[in-house]
T-cell receptor, first 113, second 112 residues
Framework: KQEVTQIPAALSVPEGENLVLNCSFTDSAIYNLQWFRQDPGKGLTSLLLIQSSQREQTSGRLNASLDKSSGRSTLYIAASQPGDSATYLCAVRHTGTASKLTFGTGTRLQVTL | DADVTQTPRNRITKTGKRIMLECSQTKGHDRMYWYRQDPGLGLRLIYYSFDVKDINKGEISDGYSVSRQAQAKFSLSLESAIPNQTALYFC???????????FGDGTRLSIL
């Protein structure tokens, strides 16, 4: 059974810092990996999608990497801003099981002034 | 307008009541999903559907049922609600080409 772990569970950084969020998964037979952002009481906003054949994806200040063989992904946020404060979730889509996603429990990020 | 719309956004009800949560989408996606989110447990899949005639159980389907009324509509029912079904419920969609999933804003359900 696929398990997805996100460390740390919570993180507080001052504005302007670069930071890395980690995601690990136990079964490397994945189709893709998706990073989401969730604001309190809100839905999930997709940030980046990395296919299993890709090593990284970038969008603005965000960069996500994928090392499938070691079961790891990182989300790098450059020059953090208070508006980046949210919970960040990673989810892996399995191969051979249609489109089902397994989610991590998230990293709650707070960026302080 | 949101691409994936869930109604209601909030619902408080009593144990034993029948509840229906609705989801509609304008993305034209064939695949639709229902998840629940509980603190400390992450999101877990309840049911998913790949087209109108296809319904599949997820990892926590007991106590729930679904109906895919049209390509754009997927509803989740709790036939007899119980307090441990109190959670945040999300609907999601995806296309056939391996793209990511797109989520609605969620329904916060409280069962007293």
């Amino acid at each position: 059974k696929q398990e997805v772990t996100q460390i740390p569970a919570a993180l507080s950084v001052p504005e302007g810092e670069n930071l890395v969020l980690n995601c690990s998964f136990t079964d490397s037979a994945i189709y893709n990996l998706q990073w989401f952002r969730q604001d309190p009481g809100k839905g999930l906003t997709s940030l980046l999608l990395i296919q299993s054949s890709q090593r990284e994806q970038t969008s603005g200040r965000l960069n996500a990497s994928l090392d499938k063989s070691s079961g790891r992904s990182t989300l790098y946020i450059a020059a953090s801003q208070p508006g980046d404060s949210a919970t960040y979730l990673c989810a892996v889509r399995h191969t051979g099981t249609a489109s089902k996603l397994t989610f991590g429990t998230g990293t709650r990020l707070q960026v302080t002034l | 307008d949101a691409d994936v719309t869930q109604t209601p956004r909030n619902r408080i009800t009593k144990t034993g009541k029948r509840i229906m949560l609705e989801c509609s989408q304008t993305k034209g996606h064939d695949r639709m999903y229902w998840y629940r989110q509980d603190p400390g447990l992450g999101l877990r899949l309840i049911y998913y559907s790949f087209d109108v005639k296809d319904i599949n159980k997820g990892e926590i389907s007991d106590g729930y049922s679904v109906s895919r009324q049209a390509q754009a509509k997927f509803s989740l029912s709790l036939e007899s609600a119980i307090p441990n079904q109190t959670a945040l419920y999300f609907c999601a969609t995806s296309d056939l080409q391996g793209g990511g999933q797109h989520f609605g804003d969620g329904t916060r359900l409280s069962i007293l």
